[in-house]
Nanobody, 124 residues
């Protein structure tokens, strides 16, 4: 499995940005997908995930109501729409994939594959 994250950039506080994760190498619909982020000096933080078990969606508390995860199965691509961005959202955003259904998909350890990350910087 290969994951390619893209779409990061510099945006002002209150603005919006959409990052993408292109999936290849296996059958996209067989994988649970997630977004994580990591700011300098901090641990990797759960952002959002789409579980192939029933199509459930999960969000981290800090992004609920502002971020939306979505999947385009025809394009083998996952998206993260980020609205009302705050300076504290500044981080490298990583996409990740886990085969099949998993419990505790808020944990980075549950994922098998990771993309290279895309930088999102929110200026105040």
């Amino acid at each position: 499995v290969q994951l390619q994250a893209s779409g990061g950039g510099l945006v002002q506080a209150g603005g919006s940005l959409r990052v993408s994760c292109a999936f290849s190498g296996r059958t996209f619909t067989d994988y649970t997908m997630g977004w994580f982020r990591q700011a300098p000096g901090k641990e990797r933080e759960f952002v959002a995930a789409f579980s192939r078990s029933g199509g459930r969606i999960y969000y981290g508390d800090s992004v609920k109501g502002r971020f939306t995860i979505s999947m385009d199965n025809a394009k083998n691509t996952m998206y993260l729409q980020m609205n009302s961005l705050k300076p504290e959202d500044t981080a490298v955003y990583y996409c990740a994939a886990a085969s099949g259904s998993r419990w505790y998909i808020q944990l980075p350890s549950k994922y098998d594959y990771w993309g290279q990350g895309t930088q999102v910087t929110v200026s105040s």
